[in-house]
């Protein structure tokens, strides 16, 4: 299914459609403040392992994040926050950011690397968020497969690759190109893992 959602407000009902549809497993593509992502409900072990083999990848090293609503709820899902690290978190979120933080034990553990860590996202879209807030928890955030960018700012163009093997592509208007930045906090310093959309200035 191709949903068009409105960015600035979206419909409750389209909300609902997509809310039903991950808490019932269901597979979506929808857009962040950065690319469109490949999402579903964090405690959907079935819906995580279709998106594994989407991706071609073992669940435990896909490089995967959760989408959280806001900073309250981002630090559910991460080991106690020390000051210095709220303030800058809350200085560049909402944003195009991705921290890699210490999983707390509310990470499902599939999701968990090796290291205990988990990305946690904050994304300056209101379509993300909304559903979040919707569901009442995080939903996973992973990249499309392949290395074709191009068709991935297009939802029509990524309804018609993805049809088969997801159940709505959420069509909030065209997507960026370039992913978020990822920031590795989990030792100071901390530590730019990948320049994307999201300055970072390594002195902060």
């Not at 630090?75 to 106690?80: A, L």
């Not at 955030?141 to 159940?167: C, K, Q």
């Amino acid at each position: 299914m191709l949903l068009q959602v409105h960015p600035e407000n979206p419909n409750p009902r389209h909300i609902g459609i997509i809310t039903d549809c991950l808490r019932s497993g269901g597979i979506i593509i929808y857009p962040t403040d950065t690319i469109y992502g490949l999402g579903c409900d964090i405690f959907q072990h079935k819906a995580l392992e279709k998106i594994a083999q989407i991706k071609k990848v073992d669940p435990s090293k896909a490089q995967l994040s959760f989408i959280c609503n806001d900073l309250s709820d981002l630090s559910k899902y991460t080991k106690s926050i020390n000051t210095p690290l709220y303030r800058l978190l809350k200085s560049y979120l909402p944003g195009p950011y991705t921290f890699i933080l210490p999983a707390s034990k509310e990470v499902p553990k599939i999701l968990q690397s090796r290291k205990n860590t988990i990305g946690l996202r904050i994304p300056d879209n209101i379509i993300a968020r909304t559903i979040v807030t919707k569901l009442e928890h995080p939903i996973l955030s992973a990249s499309l497969p392949g290395d074709m960018v191009e068709e991935y700012t297009d939802p029509e163009i990524m309804h018609e690759n993805f049809e088969n093997l997801v159940d709505i592509v959420v069509d909030g208007g065209n997507g960026g190109m370039i992913p978020s930045t990822v920031i590795d906090c989990t030792a100071e310093p901390y530590t730019l893992i990948r320049k994307g959309a999201g300055e970072w200035d390594q002195s902060d």
